[in-house]
């Protein structure tokens, strides 16, 4: 009968579909480079976003430097992997070009206690970064094997926004603590938010938890509280998701002039209630780390 023909052919298409994933499984595990730690460093925590203009630089800034405040034993480097738009140099204050090594190795700028590296360090401030992918594929190889990092207990890599190539490029080949996840608790940003958190999951990478950036306005003059995104959608994702909330981060003037004068928040205002919160993310971020290294130390 039709419908018996139908059936068989379902069945067949089920099987030939099982098959092929199967192929691109084996072959991506072929293909896969092998993970290599990065000299000189304990734990890499990347700081993404699902779309740009969430925040996700000032909340890598800020919490690299929210992580030595809390614990100024701890050494703590910052990695600007946003090759198309590079904010680290601007947000940290630093300009030049690195020095090398006598291992060839570039040395990373230096500020508030923090080495730097970044793209923009290697390129005109103005220069447009119009490469195709074999070139951002070098440029993200550079900064991960060529730059000297000396003794650092965290490094925060400021990821480019997005689900592509650059990101997949790094999580292949280091390996990564856990990624923080950044965004405002608007709908169309959450969209995006979600998608990277599943990317992490499929390439084996703990996440730590969302960041609901510009979660609520105070007004300056009268401190009426204003949502202006909506309230509490990441927190409402965190936990759709089955993952951690790590806090929540205001839309402040503070903020962001701090970051365009290249003072960030947490040493410029380390009293202010916005310092406060970065700091209470970073310490977040670091009760969670605790519980990712617990929880493999039990499955092995």
């Not at 094997?145 to 592509?164: I, S």
């Not at 960041?211 to 204003?226: G, R």
């Not at 959608?233 to 003037?253: I, N, Y």
Request: hydrophobic residues 45%; proline residues 6%; aromatic residues 4%.
């Amino acid at each position: 009968s039709v419908i018996n023909k139908l059936l068989c052919l379902q069945i067949q298409c089920l099987k030939i579909f099982l098959t092929l994933k199967e192929r691109q499984k084996q072959h991506m595990a072929r293909g896969l480079p092998k993970q290599k730690p990065i000299a000189g460093v304990k734990q890499v925590i990347v700081v993404a976003s699902g779309k740009g203009g969430v925040g996700k630089s000032t909340t890598a800034v800020n919490l690299a430097l929210g992580l030595m405040a809390n614990d100024p034993s701890k050494s703590v480097g910052l990695l600007d992997a946003d090759v198309f738009g590079p904010s680290i140099p601007k947000m940290m204050n630093l300009r030049g070009n690195p020095e090398l090594s006598h291992n060839n190795l570039m040395i990373p700028l230096m500020n508030y206690g923090v080495p730097c590296m970044s793209i923009g360090f290697l390129v005109e401030d103005v220069a447009p970064i119009v490469w195709r992918g074999l070139m951002v594929m070098s440029a993200i190889e550079k900064l991960l094997r060529q730059v000297e990092w000396r003794g650092l207990d965290y490094l925060v890599v400021d990821m480019p926004p997005g689900t592509g190539d650059v990101q997949l490029s790094i999580t292949q080949n280091i390996p990564i603590a856990g990624a923080v996840i950044v965004s405002t608790p608007q709908d169309i940003a959450l969209l995006d938010a979600r998608r990277g958190a599943e990317m992490f999951k499929k390439v084996n990478v703990p996440v730590l938890g969302l960041v609901q950036n510009m979660s609520v306005f105070h007004c300056p003059n009268c401190n009426h509280q204003t949502h202006i995104f909506g309230s509490d959608g990441a927190r409402q994702l965190a936990d759709t998701l089955g993952v951690s909330f790590l806090g929540d981060v205001p839309l402040h003037l503070n903020i962001r002039e701090t970051s365009d004068r290249g003072q960030p928040v947490v040493v410029s205002s380390p009293d202010s209630p916005e310092a406060a919160a970065y700091r209470r993310v970073a310490s977040a971020v670091v009760q969670r780390l605790q519980e990712v290294d617990s929880s493999q130390a039990d499955a092995e």
